[in-house]
C-alpha cells in the first residue's frame, strides 16, 4: 500500500479515493516540487478535517471553512446590491438548510446565487463548504462551494409554510400564519449613530403553540393597526433566543399582514386546584370578578397601573393581577379568558394569585354573549363555558363596578417598589441611584442599548456585547443611562 493509500485510510473521511488522489497530484504541482506525494497527502488531509463538522450544531462562528450536508428547507429572494467603486452589481441568496441536529442560513453570492435561484428547490440535499460568521439573524455561513448530491439522505422534513412547533433556533425566511392572542405599545430606543430606533411586541398561536413576536423599526408600528384575534401571516422572520425562549422576530425584509384564514388556538392551560407558588404557567377560565383600574407612582416618579379580575375553572378560582398596558384590556364578566406564562404569586389574605406581567399574554376566547363583544349583567353569569375543562361558574353577588370586588382591588394596594418591578422587570432608584436592568442586546457598541421587552435603556460599558445577547447591568443611573459596574 502506498503512503497516499496509507494517509487516506487514517484520515476516515467522507471522500472518494479518487477525489483524494486528484487533490494530492493538485497540491504536488501547485508546490513546485516542494512537497512528495506523502507531504502533500498529509496537507490535504489535514485540510479536510478542518473542515468536516459531524452536524449543523457542531457550527461555530470564528471556525474556519466547514464542509457539511445538508437539507433545503427554504429558498429566499436574490437581493441585488451597489459596490463601491464597482459598476456590476452584487447579488445574494439566503438558503436555509437543516438536518437531524439544527437548521442554519447558507448565504449564495453573486451568479452562484442567481444560479442557486432557478436551480434549487426545498427538500434538496447540498453538500456545503464555507466560512461561519455571525450573519443578520444570527449564525450563518458564507458558501465558498455548494454542490447537490441526489443520492444522499438528510433525515428531516422540509417546510414551506411554518408552524409554531416547527421553529427552531437559526430558522431564517419564515412564513407562519396565526392569530393574535395579545398586543404590545411601540417603543423606541437611541441608536449611536443618533438614529432613533423602535420595538414593539405580539403574541400568536395555531393549533401547535404559540410564540412571541418581536417587530423592529418601521414594522414596529404595525402593532398599533393590529387588534387580538385577528389572523395574520408573518413573512420572511427569523428565530432567535431569549430567556430559554424562541421568539421571531420581523426585521426590514420581513412583514406581517391580514389575511382571511381560521387558524385555530387552544391552550394547554393547568387546572387551578393544581397551582403552586413561583409556577410560571397557562391557565384559563371565566370571569367571575372583576375590578376597578387603580394608579400607583414608583419610585422613579413614573406611574403604573393595575387591574385584577378573578376567574374560575371546574377545579378552583385564582384573582389575576394585569399589570401595566394588560389593564386596558377589555374583560367583562363572563368572558372566558386565557392567561400564558403568568407567575402564581403570595396573594392577598394567604391566597395565591396569578401576576400577568410583561410576558404574559392576555386572551379572551369567548365573549359573554357568544360574540365578539359587549358585557353581561352578573345575574346571567351562571353558564356552561364548555372548553378548556371549565363545565360552569357562577358569578353571583359580583358587579363590574368593583363593589363586590373589594378583596380582589385590595391587592392593587402593593408597595410601590413592587409594582414597579412586576410592570417593568426592572428595579431602579430615583436618578443617580444604583439600579440593576436586564435585557437584550439590540444595539451593540457605545453606548450598548438593552430591551426588556417593556422598556430600553442605554448602558454604558466597556464589556464586549453581542446583539441578541441577553445580559444584567448594575450600576449607577444618570439621565436615563446606566453606567454600568458590573455586567453579568
Known amino acids: 500500500m502506498g503512503a497516499i493509500e496509507d494517509v487516506y485510510d487514517d484520515l476516515d473521511a467522507d471522500v472518494p479515493f479518487e477525489e483524494f488522489e486528484a487533490a494530492v497530484e493538485q497540491k504536488v504541482e501547485d508546490m513546485g516540487g516542494l512537497a512528495d506525494e506523502e507531504t502533500a497527502a498529509m496537507l490535504i488531509a489535514h485540510e479536510l478535517r478542518d473542515e468536516e463538522v459531524n452536524s449543523v450544531a457542531d457550527i461555530e462562528p470564528g471556525m474556519d471553512d466547514v464542509k457539511f450536508l445538508a437539507k433545503v428547507m427554504t429558498v429566499g429572494e436574490v437581493r441585488t ?142 402593532v398599533e393597526e393590529l387588534e387580538a384575534g385577528e389572523t395574520v401571516e408573518v413573512v420572511d422572520g427569523y428565530v432567535r433566543e431569549r430567556d430559554g425562549d424562541l421568539e421571531l422576530h420581523i426585521g426590514s425584509r420581513g412583514a406581517i399582514e ?144 368593583g363593589s363586590a370586588g373589594a378583596a380582589a382591588a385590595a391587592t392593587a394596594e402593593v408597595d410601590g417598589d413592587e409594582a414597579a418591578d412586576a410592570d417593568a422587570n426592572a428595579d431602579s432608584d430615583a436618578d443617580g441611584g444604583v439600579v440593576e436592568f436586564t435585557g437584550t442586546v439590540v444595539q451593540a457598541g457605545d453606548p450598548v442599548v438593552l430591551d426588556d421587552g417593556t422598556q430600553t435603556r442605554s448602558v454604558e460599558t466597556s464589556a464586549n456585547l453581542r446583539l441578541g445577547e441577553e445580559v444584567t447591568v448594575r450600576g449607577i443611573e444618570q439621565d436615563g443611562s446606566i453606567d454600568a459596574e458590573d455586567v453579568f
Do not use: C
Open 81 to 222: 446590491f451597489e459596490r463601491d467603486g464597482e459598476d456590476e452589481d452584487g447579488h445574494v441568496l439566503n438558503v436555509e438548510v437543516a438536518d437531524e441536529s439544527g437548521r442554519v442560513t447558507i448565504s449564495l453570492w453573486d451568479g452562484v446565487a442567481v444560479d442557486a435561484k432557478e436551480n434549487v428547490q426545498t427538500g434538496d440535499v447540498l453538500r456545503i463548504m464555507g466560512r461561519p460568521k455571525e450573519g443578520y439573524s444570527g449564525l450563518e455561513v458564507a458558501v465558498d462551494k455548494v454542490e447537490p448530491d441526489p443520492d444522499a439522505e438528510v433525515d428531516v422534513d422540509a417546510v414551506e409554510e411554518y408552524r409554531v412547533e416547527d421553529l427552531t433556533m437559526g430558522a431564517s425566511d419564515v412564513d407562519l400564519l396565526g392569530v393574535i392572542l395579545d398586543t404590545d405599545t411601540v417603543r423606541t430606543f437611541d441608536r449611536d449613530d443618533g438614529s432613533e430606533g423602535k420595538v414593539s411586541n405580539l403574541t400568536v398561536g395555531d393549533e401547535t403553540g404559540r410564540v412571541r413576536v418581536t417587530m423592529w423599526d418601521d414594522t414596529a408600528d404595525r
Open 258 to 401: 391580514t389575511v382571511d384564514a381560521d387558524v385555530e388556538y387552544v391552550p394547554e392551560t393547568t387546572d387551578i386546584a393544581d397551582l403552586e407558588l413561583d409556577d410560571v404557567v397557562d391557565i384559563a377560565g371565566g370571569v367571575i370578578e372583576t375590578s376597578e383600574k387603580r394608579t400607583f407612582d414608583r419610585d422613579d416618579g413614573s406611574q403604573g397601573q393595575v387591574r385584577n379580575v378573578r376567574i374560575k375553572d371546574d377545579t378552583g378560582e385564582i384573582r389575576v393581577a394585569l399589570w401595566g398596558d394588560k389593564a386596558d384590556r377589555d374583560i367583562d364578566l363572563a368572558d372566558r379568558v386565557a392567561f400564558t406564562d403568568v407567575e402564581i404569586q403570595d396573594g392577598w389574605q394567604d391566597d395565591l394569585e396569578a401576576s400577568a406581567g410583561w410576558r404574559s399574554s392576555v386572551s379572551v376566547l369567548e365573549r359573554a354573549n357568544g360574540s365578539g363583544g359587549g358585557g353581561r349583567s352578573a345575574g346571567s353569569a351562571d353558564r356552561d363555558v364548555g372548553q378548556g375543562g371549565l363545565d360552569s361558574f357562577d358569578s353571583g353577588g359580583s358587579s363590574s363596578d
